[in-house]
């Protein structure tokens, strides 16, 4: 069990060895949400959503009905459930799947992630790719990594553009949705 404290929000989170960062808070993670205001007309997926810290951090924030959680790992699906019922969050759509498969919704106005960065690059390929059709026109992408290049290039190809904070060793990027087509003129 790890207690948090973000944005003056006390978490109570379980944890599991097999799971990404279980004996504390990820500090990229936590690096990323000082950088993500949330509103209540706010639709939020946690991509990728580990044991939940990031979906039940907006969930507090935000009415739970406007956020998702979603993860390959049937572990961390059932962890991230023990976590919303921990901290007495109902409401959440929380599904088990490969990126977006249980995912039905294409008006999202946040999703924020902290995709695996030390394997290649295929699962945040599809994340920034797949994340871009998911996104509503105005919404936004946020993701932590400890890697640059691969990144910003991506990002820009796709959204068109970029904000990029470095802190604590992670590189916060946040790209945000213009148009309904990629900028690289792939299309939607």
Excluded at 42 to 67: E, F, M, N, R
Excluded at 82 to 87: C, F, G, Q, S
Excluded at 108 to 122: A, G, K, Q, V
Excluded at 132 to 150: E, I, P, Q, S, Y
């Amino acid at each position: 069990m790890i207690e948090v404290n973000v944005k003056g929000i006390a978490l109570q989170l379980e944890t599991d060895l097999s799971l990404f960062s279980p004996k504390a808070a990820d500090r990229g993670t936590l690096t990323m949400l000082e950088h993500v205001d949330f509103s209540n007309e706010d639709c939020v997926l946690d991509l990728g959503c580990g044991y939940g810290l990031v979906g039940i951090l907006a969930a507090k924030i935000i009415p739970s009905d406007h956020v998702y959680m979603t993860d390959i790992d049937p572990c961390a699906v059932q962890i991230a459930s023990d976590n919303l019922k921990r901290n007495a969050i109902e409401g959440v759509t929380l599904t088990q799947g490969d990126a977006f498969s249980g995912v039905n919704r294409s008006d999202f106005t946040l999703i924020l992630s902290n995709p695996p960065y030390h394997t290649d690059f295929s699962v945040a390929r599809t994340f920034i790719e797949k994340g871009f059709n998911r996104l509503a026109v105005g919404g936004k992408m946020f993701m932590v990594t400890k890697r640059k290049d691969w990144y910003k290039n991506k990002l820009i190809s796709i959204f068109g553009g970029v904000r990029i904070w470095e802190e604590n060793g992670y590189f916060v990027f946040m790209a945000q949705k213009n148009s309904d087509r990629y900028a690289a003129g792939k299309g939607k």
